[in-house]
């Protein structure tokens, strides 16, 4: 990797914090930026928070900074190093606290970084999004009590990711009850193990104006009532990406079905959906939308990118819709895991895909049923999808030698790079059962699975396709905000589990 000599005097620089100090004074402005990424990849914190301390600039924007440059054409973005962010986030605090009037700084911009399974930078420890919102939170509620911290606030970008273990210090840090040093504008906002009263406070203060990017997830609890309320009275007009959790287009639970069939809540909730004139992905999966797709998407004003509809018990009419509608021509990544595709909408599947062909760069289809007898359906229907990069058919009861004749037809895709297969039928017991709970799946002959998948890569090989990546993650993709805040979900499963027994145990004393 080509470096300029500009960058080669970053680094010696650096890597020398005391000399670095010393010499900050006369270095040019337009030299700060180069010195910031040189910092970061030697990982020397002390000079990224002196840094950041003296920024002489207007703005700092951290994924930009990270990115390849014609100095430094290496991409550190993936970086999501403690020491070098906490250092960040200190340094800026100190710019408020220290800067006087020498503080030029408007914008600190603190989203870009990618979350990745294995850290590239020398320590390998990693602060997440939960701790990077944590982090800020904390500066922040620090900031608001320190009467040295300047007037006018530094306005900071930063993806959010809150849950029951950090709610009550973002709340303090997004809605302070003074003057505020730091003003938090949030992009991204993810939320997990809240309750929904929680979730609507939090994203009242968050600026639902300015937001791009919304999860809801896991254990948020939420039914068509809530998401009506969240869309209606918080309001995200310039909301590019929307996920909400299962069942959450169930119904009220002291709601009555209406008479002539009708679902006002549904119809409100498309309405709403229908105003977020930039909103191009929506995950929606695990919510049972039999028969409501096109009440659903029909209203929408502009074509959807992105698509979960993950075991959401689609029928007939919602698959004959989502074949013909405005959104397939658009689809970039589609996800209809956990319906039988291929046995009971041959003719939509077919369309649906052929529709997507010129568009579509990631398929799943996880646990529909796709078995030996549907490959060569399958490999007609895939035939169009030039530009697939990458497609997904975990849990399928596929047997080695459909495999094989299906990773022949892959070959011929120009843009696949990346394959995620089931474990083959023929390395389970005979008769085994699908789909196939977690215990089930994981029984299986690990030395006929080995074998399998090596004739499977030596197929690509001799096609010259070994630059496709294949592989079996038996239980999902690695999830960098799930790992991070394993523990404090598993608390809560722990209480939830006690608290239904409970509940049962007060039943049966009931009926004592």
């Not at 100095?71 to 100190?94: I, K």
């Not at 843009?415 to 215990?439: I, T």
């Not at 998948?453 to 038996?474: N, Q, W, Y």
């Amino acid at each position: 990797m080509m470096q300029s000599l500009r960058f080669i005097s970053a680094e010696a620089l650096a890597s020398h914090p005391q000399v670095a100090r010393q010499s900050l004074g006369g270095v040019a402005h337009n030299l700060y930026p180069l010195l910031f990424k040189a910092s970061y990849l030697l990982e020397q914190a002390e000079v990224i928070r002196v840094l950041l301390e003296h920024w002489p600039l207007e703005e700092f924007r951290l994924g930009a900074l990270l990115g390849p440059s014609a100095d430094h054409p290496g991409d550190l973005r993936d970086r999501a190093c403690r020491a070098c962010l906490e250092a960040c986030v200190r340094g800026l605090a100190d710019h408020t606290l220290w800067g006087g009037g020498r503080r030029r700084l408007q914008v600190a911009d603190l989203t870009g970084i990618r979350d990745v399974q294995v850290q590239g930078c020398p320590c390998g420890r990693a602060l997440g999004r939960w701790g990077r919102t944590k982090l800020l939170a904390r500066t922040c509620c620090e900031l608001q009590a320190e009467p040295r911290a300047a007037r006018r606030p530094v306005e900071v970008l930063a993806d959010i990711f809150v849950t029951g273990g950090n709610f009550d210090l973002v709340v303090r840090a997004l809605g302070p009850e003074g003057p505020a040093p730091l003003r938090v504008r949030c992009l991204s906002f993810r939320a997990d193990s809240l309750g929904p009263g929680q979730l609507l406070h939090v994203l009242r203060l968050a600026g639902p104006g300015e937001l791009r990017r919304l999860e809801v997830v896991h254990n948020v609890r939420l039914h068509a009532g809530h998401v009506q309320q969240l869309l209606a009275q918080v309001g995200f007009p310039r909301l590019v990406s929307l996920t909400l959790p299962a069942k959450a287009f169930d119904p009220p639970p002291t709601s009555t079905p209406a008479p002539d069939g009708e679902d006002p809540l549904l119809t409100s909730i498309a309405r709403e959906l229908s105003r977020m004139t930039h909103l191009t992905e929506l995950s929606v999966a695990f919510s049972t939308l039999t028969g409501k797709l096109q009440k659903l998407l029909g209203p929408l004003r502009t074509p959807l990118k992105v698509l979960d509809l993950g075991n959401c018990d689609l029928n007939h009419a919602d698959m004959a819709f989502l074949a013909n509608c405005t959104h397939a021509a658009h689809l970039e990544v589609l996800d209809l895991s956990g319906h039988c595709l291929v046995d009971l909408f041959p003719s939509t599947f077919f369309r649906l895909l052929g529709q997507a062909a010129p568009t579509l760069r990631a398929l799943t289809l996880e646990e529909c049923g796709l078995a030996d007898r549907h490959v060569g359906a399958l490999i007609l229907a895939l035939g169009p999808c030039r530009r697939l990069r990458e497609l997904r058919f975990l849990g399928n009861p596929m047997s080695a030698r459909a495999l094989r004749r299906l990773f022949v037809a892959l070959c011929e895709l120009p843009r696949l790079q990346s394959v995620e297969f089931p474990v083959p039928r023929d390395c389970y017991p005979e008769g085994s059962a699908y789909p196939q709970d977690e215990l089930a799946m994981s029984k299986f002959d690990q030395q006929k699975y080995s074998a399998i998948a090596e004739d499977l890569r030596a197929v690509l090989l001799r096609a010259g396709r070994d630059d496709i990546r294949v592989s079996t993650p038996l239980f999902g993709s690695f999830d960098p905000d799930i790992e991070e805040t394993s523990n404090e979900l598993g608390k809560l499963l722990l209480q939830a589990f006690k608290t239904a027994l409970e509940n049962f145990s007060r039943a049966l004393k009931q009926m004592e």
